[in-house]
Nanobody, 126 residues
Framework: QVQLVESGGGLVQAGGSLRLSCAAS????????MGWFRQAPGKEREFVAR?????????YYADSVKGRFTISRDNAKNTLYLQMNSLKPEDTAVYYC??????????????????WGQGTQVTVSS
């Protein structure tokens, strides 16, 4: 059974940093592209970042987070990360990790992903 479990969310002041983690099990993690999405109250789920399979040679970011967020992966630990710096109140959302068995490409739409975690709350105060 595939499980994706996010952690690392919390409350932080604007300008601060958080690092989210997503622990994967039940899948061949290194062969999956992995992504982060977020959903704010009353809004649709939106793409945040994506990293391709194996060595994660390609990374993609939403314009709203480019230069502030960094996606990375540790295949030895079956873990995906999202380092979030210079956080803004508009980054407040539930953050989800997701896995895409295709492995490559820059898919930013949620239906491209096979598996999803339950989410972790990030709240940025002004």
């Amino acid at each position: 059974q595939v499980q994706l479990v996010e952690s690392g969310g919390g409350l932080v002041q604007a300008g601060g940093s958080l690092r989210l983690s997503c622990a994967a099990s039940g899948l061949t993690f290194r062969s999956y592209a992995m992504g982060w999405f977020r959903q704010a109250p009353g809004k649709e789920r939106e793409f945040v970042a994506r990293i391709t399979y194996y060595d994660g040679g390609s990374r993609y970011y939403a314009d709203s987070v480019k230069g502030r967020f960094t996606i990375s992966r540790d295949n030895a630990k079956n873990t995906l990360y999202l380092q979030m710096n210079s956080l803004k109140p508009e980054d407040t959302a539930v953050y989800y990790c997701a896995g895409d068995s295709t492995g490559y490409g820059g898919a930013s739409y949620s239906r491209a992903y096979n598996y999803w975690g339950q989410g972790t709350q990030v709240t940025v105060s002004s």
